[in-house]
């Protein structure tokens, strides 16, 4: 399963970006779906986290309130709607699906998820 990331780009403080994940070949149904980001030299951290199994939704405090994920279940493509964007929020954007075979309660960890997908620049600046 290969997934893949659109949408980022340039926006200026105080913008807004919506990025997508679709899955190639494969419908994006998996019970644990998440955006992660990462930036030079850091390890890559939860943004926001879907688990299907449970209905939670895991928000990294540095996002919550600003950023949105969600699932289009019709067309297989889970959004992050990102609103109020800083500059500490530039980086590198991943999606990831797993089955959520260990049901765990929450997926926000990079080791709970085995399917990656290449990711997508957000750059914050004015």
């Known amino acids: 399963v290969q997934l893949q990331a659109y949408g980022g780009g340039l926006v200026q403080p105080g913008g807004s970006l919506r990025l997508s994940c679709l899955a190639s070949?494969?419908?994006?149904?998996?019970?644990?779906i998440g955006w992660f980001r990462q930036v030079p030299g850091k390890e890559r951290e939860g943004v926001s986290c879907?688990?299907?199994?449970?209905?939670?939704?895991y928000d990294a405090d540095s996002v919550r309130g600003r950023f949105t994920i969600f699932r289009d279940n019709d067309k297989s493509i889970v959004y992050l709607q990102m609103n109020s964007l800083k500059p500490e929020d530039m980086a590198i954007y991943f999606c990831?699906?797993?089955?959520?075979?260990?049901?765990?309660?929450?997926?926000?960890?990079?080791?709970?998820?085995?399917?990656w997908g290449q990711g997508t620049l957000v750059t914050v600046s004015s």
């Open positions: 990831g699906a797993d089955w959520a075979i260990s049901r765990a309660p929450i997926y926000d960890t990079t080791s709970q998820y085995e399917y």
């Open positions: 879907l688990s299907s199994l449970n209905d939670i939704t």
């Open positions: 070949g494969f419908r994006l149904n998996f019970p644990a």
